[in-house]
């Protein structure tokens, strides 16, 4: 059984920051991939960004220069550092993990932390 803990979420000005955090615990033998995707009011969820054991990222066109995606390997934890915010930005964000429990590959979703950007 793995649980992921996202915090960090809230209410930011446009222009502004937010730093957003996914810690995983429990059965983790090793990492593949861990993310952050969002849903916004009224649309499907999609993928922010994400970051293999190994350092690798992938960002969603829409947040690239602005979101920064990290990975503290010896604490499971993922971080999304959000610059430069806008509207459109306001969402639920999820973390995501890909991990192997030993026996077989696993998802595994957080229950997200809401992000809303207005003056």
């Known amino acids: 059984q793995v649980t992921l803990v996202e915090s960090g979420g809230g209410s930011v000005q446009p222009g502004g920051s937010l730093r957003l955090s996914c810690a995983a615990t429990?059965?983790?033998?090793?990492?593949?991939?861990m993310g952050w995707y969002r849903q916004g009011p009224g649309k499907q969820r999609e993928l922010v960004a994400t970051?293999?054991?190994?350092?690798?990222?992938n960002y969603a066109d829409s947040v690239k220069g602005r979101f920064t995606i990290s990975l503290a390997n010896a604490k499971n934890t993922v971080y999304l550092q959000m610059n430069s915010v806008k509207p459109e930005d306001t969402a639920v964000y999820y973390c995501?993990?890909?991990?192997?429990?030993?026996?077989?590959?696993?998802?595994?979703w957080g229950k997200g932390t809401l992000v809303t950007v207005s003056s």
């Open positions: 970051i293999t054991s190994g350092g690798s990222t």
């Open positions: 429990g059965n983790i033998f090793s990492i593949n991939t």
């Open positions: 995501n993990l890909k991990y192997s429990n030993g026996i077989r590959w696993v998802d595994d």
